[in-house]
């Protein structure tokens, strides 16, 4: 079996394979190429954008992924799916409920291997150690980095053992594969994560954010969407009321803004459209809350 599935939106990286599997061109992709082949590509299961509405979007895009592989792939072509937990530099899009859970259960059912995504949803930041645990997910392949190691440079990929085992020895490694001050870091962030209990902290950051964000996206149509998961949030903007375009230039003002008001923020998505929101977990809740104040005040003045 030679074929990868990966999803519309996704982000996997900048070496020339996981390119290949992200859906961004710019800045990701232009002229980096040529790309490796038997990469395919699904429509994600995203509830806001959904054709059918949010609603019937877990069923319905279950059925539409199921369908195109067989049509374009075929199942026993067919490797590994790989999928983000919760979509990244896409847009922090969050599966309709249900979607992740059946994609996995459908590759076990088909021998295919069901990779997992997690270097940005990994490690507490969604309010579970990982993102796949919201739905009793277990992943056959893992991949992580980010938040893992506190900082300092560090990726792993975790799998099962019959995965793992099945490359020669010496066939995986690298110049910097096993550093072991990044190594030590990661054990160090670790014991903090579970001693602070970070997976709570980022349910507590949830239960900031979200209401505020909510009662702002009430005030103006212009933020059409409010999703995600612990401290793992984000607003999409669009036209207004009845009008989902996209709005790249609201979220650019409105950036500009927090910029010149002294606020880091971040943009993502396909369409460059949406704020995340990815809060230190060490954070305060004063510093939350006076950074949530600067946002609205730079949205007030943009819109």
Request: proline share 5%; glycine share 12%; charged share 20%.
């Amino acid at each position: 079996r030679n074929a990868v599935v990966a999803f519309d939106h996704a982000y996997h990286g900048r070496t020339n394979l996981t390119m290949a599997l992200t859906a961004k061109n710019m800045p990701y992709k232009h002229r980096f190429g040529p790309f490796a082949g038997e990469v395919y590509r699904a429509p994600m299961s995203y509830p806001f954008r959904w054709p059918g509405g949010p609603a019937d979007c877990a069923k319905e895009s279950f059925d539409v992924f199921v369908q195109q592989v067989h049509a374009q792939v075929g199942e026993e072509n067919l490797a590994a799916v790989i999928l983000e937990p919760i979509q990244g530099e896409g847009g922090f899009i969050v599966p309709a409920a249900g979607f992740v859970k059946q994609v996995a259960e459908w590759c076990r059912d088909n021998g295919i291997v069901f990779i997992a995504d997690e270097v940005q949803t990994g490690f507490c930041r969604t309010g579970d150690w990982f993102a796949s645990e919201h739905e009793d997910v277990v992943p056959d392949l893992i991949t992580t980095a980010k938040g893992m190691a506190g900082g300092l440079p560090l990726a792993g990929v975790t799998g099962r053992a019959e995965i793992m085992d099945s490359v020669h020895g010496g066939g995986l490694g690298g110049t910097y594969g096993g550093n072991p001050v990044a190594c030590a870091s990661a054990l160090g962030a670790i014991e903090t994560m579970k001693a602070d209990d970070l997976c709570g902290r980022a349910r507590q950051i949830e239960a900031l954010f979200k209401p505020r964000l909510e009662a702002l996206a009430a005030q103006y149509p212009q933020i059409g969407d409010v999703r995600g998961r612990g401290a793992m949030l984000a607003v999409e903007l669009v036209n207004g009321e009845g009008d989902l375009t996209p709005n790249a230039a609201l979220t650019g003002a409105v950036n500009k803004a927090c910029h010149a008001a002294g606020l880091v923020t971040l943009t993502c998505g396909t369409y460059g459209n949406v704020f995340r929101f990815l809060a230190p977990l060490a954070a305060s809740d004063d510093l939350l809350s006076e950074g949530l104040d600067i946002f609205e005040k730079a949205f007030a003045e943009s819109v």
